[in-house]
C-alpha cells in the first residue's frame, strides 16, 4: 500500500532532530527566521543551528559544520547561497543524514549554471540516499509536530499556523505561504504543508501519495505550474480523490503565464489539454483562480458532495437572490421549483409578501433562516442549499457610541437572537446536513455585513467545517465545484 | 444644467426636519433602528418620532400623526405596514411635506393587490408634489449631513458610515447594504447611499443625474435590476461618463436572476442586449460580480486611468508572478517586454537570480518593492503596474508570543523597514502615479499575507486610494475595468 517514498517523506515531515545550516542572527536574513521558528515553535526534539560565522544564534551554541555536531541529525534545513550547497550536501552524506530541505534559490531557474548545480546536489543526495525538498522553496510545516520552515513568513505574518486537516503542495513558496495565512486570518486549520520548489528530488506526485496516506489530511490542495510524472500522478490522483478530495489550482495556462512559470521553477508547463483531461479523468477539483482553493477545499472536506445540480437559495433579501439566481446559472447549476409542502411550510414562518418561490427571499427575517433552510435542504427537488441569510446575529458590540438605554435594549435584542441560533439553530442545521446528506453553502451571512466582530453561532458553523464565504457568487462558484466532484464519483459506482 | 430633479432630490438628501412614521422602541422593529439611528449619529436638525403606539420613544414625546407636529416637517420616512401608507400620503400631503422615504414592503413586488395600493400612493404623491424613494427599500445616507434611514442594518453592523466620495445607488437594499458594510470594514468612504426599491417615483435615471452634479460624489456605483428609461438612461450616463465614472452590476442576467428580479423588485428585467449596448455606448463600466463593484470604484475614481492594455508586474516570487500573468491574459491585457533602461536598473537593485523580463520576480526582495515599482511604471512599453509585493512590512505585533532578545531584533527590522517605506516609499511611489499619469494596482500586499494588523504603508496608500486588492485576479480585472473605460474616454476625445 504505501510505497517507499510515503515512509520517506514521513521520516522528513518527523524528524527528531533538525540542523539549520545558514542559521543567523540577522533579521533581514532567512536563517534568522527559519531558526527561531523553529526554536519558539514547539518542536520537541533537537535543534542545531549551523554556521561559519557566528558562535551562538539565539544563544544556542552553533557548529560550523554538520559533521561537527555529536548526535545524529535527522533533517537538515539548508539557507546558505546556492553555490555553497553541493559542500553541504557532501556534509550531509557524510553524516549519515537522510531528510533535507534546500531553501536556497538560483539554481535551475536561472539558467544553464544553476542547472549544473542543482544536478549535482541531485547527484550526491541519490548516492546518499538523501531525499530532499527544494530547492528554491520555503520547505515544511507540520503542524502536529510543531515544525514549520517558513522563516521570516511565519512569525511575522502568521503567529502560529493552527493544526487542522487540510494538507497543502505548493510549486509556489509565495502562493502556498498566501494559503496559509489567509487561511489562518479565516479560522482554517492545516495538517501540512509543503513548499515543493524546482522539485529536483521530490515531486509534486511523491506529496500527493504521502498525503493519501497521511491520517491527519482530509483534503489535498495543490498550486501546481507542471507535472514531472503524468502517468505517476495519474495513478496516484486517481486513488487519492476516491479517498479525500483533492484542490488543485493549475497556473502557467496562458502564454504569459507559461512563460513567467519557466522563469520560476524552471519547469516546463506542458499542454493545457493534458492537464485538463488528467484532472477530468482523475477526479480531480481544478479550480481557476488562488481565492477558489481553501473556498473549494473547506466545502469538499466537511459538506456532503451534492447528487445534482439542483440548489435551493435562501435569501434574507431579493437583491442578493437575484446575484444568487443568476450566479448559480452561469455556474451551470439549476434553481428549481420548489414543492408545495416547502412553500406551505415556510408560509406558516415567512411575512406574507415573500417570495413564495426559490430563491427564497425571507423579505428581511432574522429569526427564521435556519427553519427556512432546513425545509428547503429538506425538499426532493433540491440536491443542496445556496443561503445568503443572517446565520448569526451581531452581538451589538459595534454599539458603544449609543446612549446605555439604546444599547440596552439593542444588546438585549441579539442576545435574544444568539440565544435562538446557538439553541436550535446551528446543532439542528447541522444535524439536518448530515441527515439529508446535501450541503448547505453560505454567500455572505444576511446583509448583516460589516460587523466589526463574528457572531458566536458563525464561529460554530465554521468549526464544523460550514464557512461563510464573501459573496453569493463565490458560494455559488464553490457549490459548482462540489457538484462536478461528486458528477464523478457517481461515474466511478456506476463503473464498478 | 440642474434639472428639477435634481434639486428635488437635493432638498431630499438635506433635509433640515424628519418625522419617523413607525418609530418604535421595539428592537425587533425597523422603527426603532431608524429612528435611533437619526437620532444617535449627529443629525444637526430637528427629529420627530410619529406613532400612535407609544407615547414617548427614546425618551422624545411622539405624535400620533405628521399633521400635529406644530413647526414644517421636510422629510417623511415611513415604516408602518403597506396598507396604512396611502393614509399616511395624504397626512404629508396636507401638512406641505415634500420629500418622503416609504421603507415598508408588500406593494407592487406582492402583486396585483399592492401594485393598486403603490398607485394610490403614487397619485397622492404627485398631486402634493410630494416626491418619494422606495417603497420596499432601506432609503437613503447623507453622511456629510448624519443621515441614515438604513436603521437595524446600520447601529448593529456599521457604526458609523464613514463620509468620503464614493456615491451608491442601488435597486436592492441588501445588495446595497452589503456593499457600504463591506466598504467601510474596507476603509473606503461614501458620500451618498440610496436604495431605491420599487422605484415608484423617483428612479435610478434621477438619482444617477443627482450624482452626477453633486460636488461630494467623485465615482458612482449603482446595482440595477433593470431601467425604467432606457433613452433618459442613455443621456444621463454619456453625460456622467465624462466626468466621473460609474460601475454598475447589472443583475437579473440569466433566466433564473430574471425570475428572481421580478418577483423582487417587480421589475423586468428587459433584452439583455439592450443593457450591454446601453453600458458600451455610454461608457459605463459593467462588472460580473458583487465584488467587483467598490475594487473598480476606487480605482476608477482615484487612479489615473490608463492610456493602454500593456501591464507591468512586480511580484515578490514567481508563483504570484505566473497567477498575475495568466489572469491579465485571461482579461485581455498585454504582459509586454521592458526596456533594457528598466532591465539594467531593477538589475541594480535586485539579487542576480531576479527573473531579468516581465514578470519581475524580486525573489523575496523586500526593501527595494516601492523603487522597482516606479522604475516599471516609468517604462515605455507599460501603461500600468500590477503589484504583488511587500508594501508594507508588518509591524511585528504578532511576534508577542515570541523571547524578548528575538523579538526585539525583529521589531527593529521592523522598524527599519517601515521607516524605509514612509520616508521614500509610499509618497514617491503616489508622485510618480501623477507624474506618469499611470495607475498602480495591488493585488496581495507581498507574501506577507495573514498579517495581524495594517502596516502604516499600506494605510497611507489606501487613504491615497490605491487599495490592496486579495488576490492577483481580483488586481488585474480591475485594471481590465479602468483600461475599456480609458478606451471609451479615448474614443470620445477621438470624435471632438
Known sequence: MESA?????????????IAVVGASNNPAKW?????NDLLNKGFAGKLYPVTRSEEKISNIAAYSNIKDIPEPVDLVCIVVPAHYVPAVMEDCAEKGVKSAIIITAGFREVGEEGKKLEEEVLGIAREAGIRFVGPNCFGIVNTSANISSMGL??????????????????????????????????GL???????????????FEDYLEYFLWDPETKVIVGYVEGLKDGRRFLEVA???????????????????????????????AGSESFYAAAFKQTGVICVSEIADVLDVAVAAAYQPIPRGNRVGIVTIGGGFGVIAADACE??????????????????????????????????????????????VLKDENVDAVLT?????????????????????????????????ELSEGVTGLLERIKRYGKPVIAGVSGSLLGVVEEPKAV??????????????????KVLSYLVKYGEYLRGLEGTR
Open 5 to 17: 517514498v510515503v515512509k520517506q517523506i514521513d521520516a522528513l515531515f518527523n524528524p527528531k532532530s
Open 31 to 35: 536563517g534568522f527566521g527559519i531558526f
Open 153 to 186: 513568513l511565519s512569525p511575522y505574518a502568521i503567529p502560529r499556523i493552527p493544526g487542522g486537516s487540510i494538507g497543502i503542495i505548493s510549486q509556489s513558496g509565495n502562493a502556498g505561504g498566501y494559503l496559509l495565512g489567509i487561511g489562518a486570518q479565516q
Open 189 to 203: 486549520k492545516f495538517s501540512k504543508f509543503v513548499s515543493s520548489g524546482n522539485e529536483t528530488d521530490l515531486h
Open 238 to 268: 486517481r486513488e487519492t480523490t476516491k479517498r479525500k478530495p483533492v484542490v488543485v489550482l493549475k497556473v502557467g495556462r496562458t502564454k504569459s503565464g507559461s512563460k513567467a512559470a519557466h522563469s520560476h521553477t524552471g519547469s516546463l
Open 330 to 375: 452561469k455556474q451551470g447549476l439549476e434553481v428549481p421549483s420548489l414543492t408545495d409542502e416547502t412553500i406551505n411550510r415556510l408560509s406558516k414562518w415567512l411575512p406574507p409578501h415573500w417570495s413564495h418561490s426559490n430563491p427564497v427571499d425571507m423579505v428581511g427575517t432574522l429569526d427564521k433562516t435556519y427553519a427556512c433552510i432546513g425545509s
Open 388 to 420: 445568503i441569510a443572517s446565520l448569526g446575529f451581531p452581538s451589538g458590540a459595534a454599539l458603544e457610541g449609543y446612549p446605555k438605554e439604546f444599547r440596552e435594549m439593542a444588546q438585549a435584542y441579539a442576545r435574544q437572537m444568539e440565544e435562538l
Open 459 to 476: 464561529k460554530v458553523l465554521r468549526e464544523n467545517g460550514l464557512v461563510i464565504y464573501p459573496t453569493p457568487e463565490r458560494g455559488a
